[in-house]
T-cell receptor
Framework: SQQGEEDPQALSIQEGENATMNCSYK?????LQWYRQNSGRGLVHLIL?????REKHSGRLRVTLDTSKKSSSLLITASRAADTASYFC?????????FGTGTRLQVFP | DTGVSQDPRHKITKRGQNVTFRCDPI?????LYWYRQTLGQGPEFLTY????????KSRLLSDRFSAERPKGSFSTLEIQRTEQGDSAMYLC??????????FGSGTRLTVV
């Protein structure tokens, strides 16, 4: 079963634009993580935000977490064609991660 | 250590055959996870190990599926009497805590 849902399911933008993806989840969490997956490959860990944090930055990535609304967002600034991939949020529990359904991002040069 | 390795990368098998996949985690990581991913979906949790102990199995894992992690090192996932519905990408990940998994490239299974 999958905990979260990402919105939108698909997103197409031009290089240089910002991309925002949202994630909603259902149960309490220890942390929330975002992963990236290029077509047909494994997932790569991008960033982790703990349940007591509200915002975190890493390079061009900005993640927010609102535990009262059970939602998170991932912002990629100044997108590049190489950012084209699927992005998944994953909620961290005591023993495992539960992944959402993903957002497919296409960045056009 | 070059990360998490999975073997084979691709497997095509006939319905009813048994298949076995192998995962070599990062050596310092004591946790190892198996996930299954179908096209257009996120990874679904199957099972995980802490060292050699299998601590949880998803209800998705029918009796035809078995996983082992002897000596707390590599792990194998076996599917017996494969069905077409087993066709998916099988992903292995390892972690030394719950903070950030390292995934392998996956084994893509096609059951014909």
């Amino acid at each position: 079963s999958q905990q979260g849902e990402e919105d939108p399911q698909a997103l197409s933008i031009q290089e240089g634009e910002n991309a925002t993806m949202n994630c909603s989840y259902k149960t309490s969490i220890n942390n929330l993580q975002w992963y990236r997956q290029n077509s047909g490959r494994g997932l790569v860990h991008l960033i982790l935000i703990r349940s007591n944090e509200r915002e975190k930055h890493s390079g061009r990535l900005r993640v927010t977490l609102d535990t009262s609304k059970k939602s998170s967002s991932l912002l990629i600034t100044a997108s590049r064609a190489a950012d084209t991939a699927s992005y998944f949020c994953a909620t961290g529990h005591t023993d495992k991660l539960i992944f959402g359904t993903g957002t497919r991002l296409q960045v056009f040069p | 250590d070059t990360g998490v390795s999975q073997d084979p990368r691709h497997k095509i098998t006939k319905r009813g055959q048994n298949v076995t996949f192998r995962c070599d985690p990062i050596s310092e990581h004591n946790r190892l996870y198996w996930y299954r991913q179908t096209l257009g979906q996120g990874p679904e949790f199957l099972t995980y190990f802490q060292n050699e102990a299998q601590l949880e199995k998803s209800r998705l894992l029918s009796d035809r599926f078995s996983a082992e992690r002897p000596k707390g090192s590599f792990s194998t996932l076996e599917i017996q009497r494969t069905e077409q519905g087993d066709s998916a990408m099988y992903l292995c990940a390892s972690s030394d805590n719950n903070y950030g998994y390292t995934f392998g490239s996956g084994t893509r299974l096609t059951v014909v």
